[in-house]
Structure formats: structure tokens, C-alpha cells
């Protein structure tokens, strides 16, 4: 029996191409989740790995749907062979029923753990780049020192209330008093 398992990691993704792969390579069932690969308690993996039984096949469309690590793969494909179960994907051409498709698939696991870790370095690298000329990452202020400084003052005036300086400048009370903060504990330094 060929057990199908799909994943996606964010809303915005959807499953159909894994799921029409997975439907003409003969899955009888397909099980689903939409968590990150890197999370370990994925109900749709659990239950398709739930359903295995010696001699069937554990189906992923990608290696990297199954899980983000080399170690979770190999620990998983070892869970597998140990119960007598196999495990194919589809778009890498692994089919571990096979000698060659277990060293294949350790093989693959390693590069995509490879490319993952590169991704990152060079993430990372862009950032400190950006950092050294001067630009900050994240979400723009809501409010700029000027308009800090101004709220501050009106806040002097023991008849304002923070909720009408917050709706003056256009955000929120909280928004307000966390730029105040952090206004107050630069002054600090």
C-alpha cells in the first residue's frame, strides 16, 4: 500500500500539486499538515506514519516535505526500515526499496541540509552588510523621535490622556507608550 504525505509550511501555500503527485503515483491514502518541516509533532505525518505497515511505501512528493534536517530524515527513514517500511520521492527519484535508493537518499538529505545552511550564511551575511551601512532590518517605526518628543510634552499636561495624543498621531495607546520607553531608556545612556 502507497501512503501519501503532504506539506505545506504557511497559509498562503497550497498542497494541490503535491496532492495530484501523489494521487497519480497510486497513494490509496494521503495525509496532510501545514506546520513547518522543522516542527516535530505534525498530526499528518504522525497519522500517516500511524497507518504504515511492513512492505508498505511512505510516498512525499520532496525530500525536503518530510522533514528540514538530515537527522530527521535519517532517524525517520531508519523508524521506517525498522518497521519494514519504504520510502519514495517523487521529484528526487528515491525509492528506498533499493540498495542504491538509501544511499540516494542520504545523499540528498545531506545537500538539502547543505543548501538550507548555506541560505542562512548568506542571509546572515546580507544582514551584517546592511547593518555596516547603516541600514536597520524590520518593521518601520510607526512614530519618529520628533513625534515622540511632541507626545511626551503633551503628555505633561495632566488633562491629556494617552489614548488622545495615540489617536492625534494615528496609532495605537500601546504603539504610543513602547516608543516613550524607548525614548526614556535612551536618554538613560
Not at 503515483?25 to 516542527?39: H, K, L
Not at 500511524?50 to 522533514?67: E, F, I, N, P, Y
Not at 545531506?110 to 543548501?115: F, P, V
Amino acid at each position: 500500500m502507497h501512503i501519501g504525505y503532504a506539506r505545506v509550511s504557511t497559509t498562503d501555500q497550497r498542497l494541490d500539486l503535491q496532492l495530484d503527485a501523489l494521487k497519480r503515483a497510486g497513494c490509496e491514502r494521503i495525509f496532510t499538515d501545514q506546520a513547518s518541516g522543522a516542527r516535530n509533532d505534525r498530526p499528518g505525518l504522525e497519522g500517516a506514519t500511524s497507518h504504515l505497515r511492513a512492505g508498505d511505501t511512505l510516498v512525499v512528493w520532496k525530500l525536503d516535505r518530510l522533514g528540514r534536517t538530515v537527522r530527521q530524515l535519517v532517524e525517520l527513514a531508519s523508524q521506517l526500515e525498522g518497521r519494514g517500511v519504504h520510502f519514495a520521492s517523487l521529484t528526487d527519484g528515491i525509492d528506498t526499496g533499493t540498495a542504491a535508493g538509501r544511499f540516494f537518499f542520504h545523499v540528498m538529505a545531506a545537500l538539502a541540509e547543505m543548501e538550507r545552511d548555506l541560505i542562512r550564511e548568506r542571509t546572515k551575511a546580507g544582514l551584517e552588510a546592511a547593518r555596516a551601512r547603516g541600514r536597520q532590518g524590520g518593521r518601520p517605526r510607526k512614530l519618529t523621535a520628533r513625534q515622540v518628543s511632541h507626545a511626551a510634552k503633551l503628555l505633561a499636561d495632566p488633562e491629556t490622556t494617552g489614548s488622545d495624543v495615540a489617536q492625534t498621531l494615528g496609532v495605537a495607546r500601546s504603539t504610543l507608550y513602547r516608543a516613550l520607553r524607548a525614548k526614556s531608556s535612551l536618554s538613560k545612556l
